[in-house]
């Protein structure tokens, strides 16, 4: 079975290993720690500070499997020469219609997807509305609160 592909810019990988390092040298030691001070409060079964420890544990090793997945599937977004069309890892504009403000956003990954520092995923509905439009170019955005419409303002 063929694993799904993560899209991501460069940056956004580096940032991914750099977390990894961290979850593996530090983290983990960190919880371990937990682990033997919560062992020698005594019964296990009753000893809610070795549950969280343990429940820890299996978070920080979830993740570190995830980012691992993550690297290991990791499609590098290249940079696209043609700027007038929007598309992974292009900053657009655009301002919703008829006097909405503008609004700027880099379309990256699901895995780098943070819109409140202004990246949101290639899968989300905005995204799939306004890529492969261009300046000056309409759209009509489906959101949950219902349709919006957009105009594409900047793409770079």
């Known amino acids: 079975m063929a694993e799904e592909k993560h899209y991501m810019t460069l940056e956004g990988k580096e940032k ?13 030691k960190e919880v371990v ?13 009753e000893n809610s500070e070795y549950d969280s420890a343990k429940e ?19 499609e590098i977004i290249e940079e696209d020469k043609d700027s ?10 655009f301002k919703e ?11 990256v990954g ?13 899968e989300s509905p905005m995204a799939q509305s306004l890529i492969g439009k ?6 009509i955005v489906s959101t949950p609160g219902g349709d919006m ?3 594409i303002t900047e793409v770079q």
Not at 84 to 93: A, D, I, N
């Open 16 to 28: 991914l290993e750099k977390e990894l390092e961290f979850l593996k040298t530090e983290r983990r």
């Open 33 to 45: 720690e937990r682990i033997k001070v919560a062992r020698s409060f005594g019964d296990l079964s």
């Open 56 to 74: 820890e544990q299996a978070f920080v090793e979830g993740r570190i499997q995830q980012i691992e997945t993550m690297i290991r599937n990791a």
């Open 84 to 93: 007038s069309v929007v598309s992974l890892g292009k900053k657009v504009t």
């Open 97 to 107: 219609l008829p006097d909405g403000e503008e609004e700027q956003y880099v379309i």
């Open 110 to 122: 699901r895995a780098e997807a943070d819109p409140l520092e202004g990246k949101i995923s290639n």
């Open 134 to 139: 261009g300046t000056g170019d309409q759209v």
């Open 149 to 151: 419409k957009v105009e």
